[in-house]
């Protein structure tokens, strides 16, 4: 690998901008680490999915996705011809159009089992139902990235998790209800401001329609009264949500944002 052309004009670049830099008080050189992966040069390097069109060929036009080169080459090679990667946190624009394009009716999205594979599932999700395609997300146990799964596990178990995977409103959901529970109540209740004197106008509240064409405000946030059993609504990229306080209870109102 540190023979790959790509990898040694980048690393004979810094080390020659090392050499230039007269200073004193540089700092000592440290030979920068053999990256896992090289993206080829040029624009459009990332306008489909890794093995899209193996996936094409086998038939199929509902895929599974994960984030990773390895975890895609891995499931591969044991088989799975239906796993494709989109090589980073999310699908590019480049890579939507070209799912749409191929006629792709429906993507389970497998993230890595951390913050960013979370955070990166919310927006495949999102972008792949606003072009029409369906989209589920299967969520690994903690710690473990789909090769490593599949390693430890087997295929049998992959197969079982690809294939039971939780809607995608419903993750969109409970992402947006997460933190809520029996306590959440109590400390709104602390955040609330004073009472309002018994002479000013109160505010009038606005219904949750759900004929509304709009999308709320992200991240809004409306609730009963103060008691521990209120329930909660909290609105965001068009999704309405209603969850109980007391026993995290979740009513969930899918309302994608259609203008």
């Known amino acids: 690998m540190r ?3 790509g990898w040694a004009h980048r690393r004979d ?7 230039a830099d007269g200073r004193p008080e540089r700092p000592t050189w440290d030979e920068p680490r053999v990256p896992k992966t090289l993206s080829l040069p040029g624009a459009g ?8 069109d193996r996936a094409l060929a086998a038939g199929y036009r509902r895929l599974v996705a994960v984030e990773g080169v390895f975890d895609a080459a891995l499931l591969q090679a044991r088989g799975e011809t239906n796993v494709v990667a989109y090589v980073g946190a999310a699908f590019t624009a480049g890579q939507l159009a070209t799912l749409e394009g191929y006629g792709v009716e429906a993507v389970t999205i497998v993230p890595d089992a951390d913050g960013g594979g979370a955070r990166g599932a919310e927006g495949c999700v999102r972008r792949l139902l606003e072009i029409g395609i369906a989209a589920d997300v299967a969520s690994l146990p903690e710690g473990l990235d789909p090769d490593e799964f599949v390693l430890d596990r ?7 998790l690809a294939g039971s995977p939780t809607p995608g409103l419903d993750y969109l959901a409970a992402r947006l209800l997460e933190g809520i529970g029996p306590d959440c109540a109590a400390r709104r209740a602390r955040r609330r401001p004073p009472s309002r004197p018994a002479s000013a106008p109160r505010p009038t509240a606005t219904p949750c329609s759900r004929g509304s064409r709009k999308a709320p405000g992200a991240g809004s946030t409306r609730s ?9 609504v909290r609105e965001g990229e068009g999704i309405r949500v209603r969850a109980n306080a007391s026993n995290s209870q979740i009513l969930v109102c899918k309302e994608l944002a259609t203008s």
């Open 45 to 52: 390097t990332k306008s489909s999915p890794m093995y899209l």
């Open 3 to 5: 023979e790959h052309p």
């Open 13 to 19: 670049r810094r080390r020659a901008a090392w050499e």
């Open 224 to 232: 009963g009264s103060g008691a521990p059993g209120a329930w909660v």
């Open 154 to 160: 087997g295929l049998d178990a992959w197969r079982a």
